[in-house]
């Protein structure tokens, strides 16, 4: 019998948390650090998460947000220039 334990990844970055699940690797951020790359107030990214605008993973009683939710939740608020507004 394999022992599961053994396959565990130590952390490499003490703000992120990398698990392994097959193929995928998904970076992991607490509050602190999903906030700073929004970048919002650890408050304002409280309010998000609690209207859903924000994907989150939930394991046990602590919230993570993936960087593919970071990145997403980003580019959902990027905003067009105008065509032909002169702006550089």
């Keep these: 019998m394999q022992n599961i334990a053994s396959h565990s990844q130590p952390a490499t970055d003490a703000s992120s948390t990398a698990r392994?699940?097959?193929?995928?690797?998904?970076?992991?951020?607490?509050?602190?650090e999903a906030a700073r790359r929004i970048p919002v107030s650890v408050r304002t990214l409280d309010g998000f998460k609690s209207r859903r605008k924000i994907g989150f993973v939930k394991i046990g009683g602590k919230v993570l947000f993936r960087e593919s939710d970071i990145a997403a939740f980003i580019a959902r608020h990027v905003i067009a220039p105008r065509a032909g507004s002169g702006a550089i």
Excluded at 20 to 32: S, V
């Design 20 to 32: 392994t699940l097959g193929n995928i690797t998904p970076l992991l951020y607490g509050r602190r």
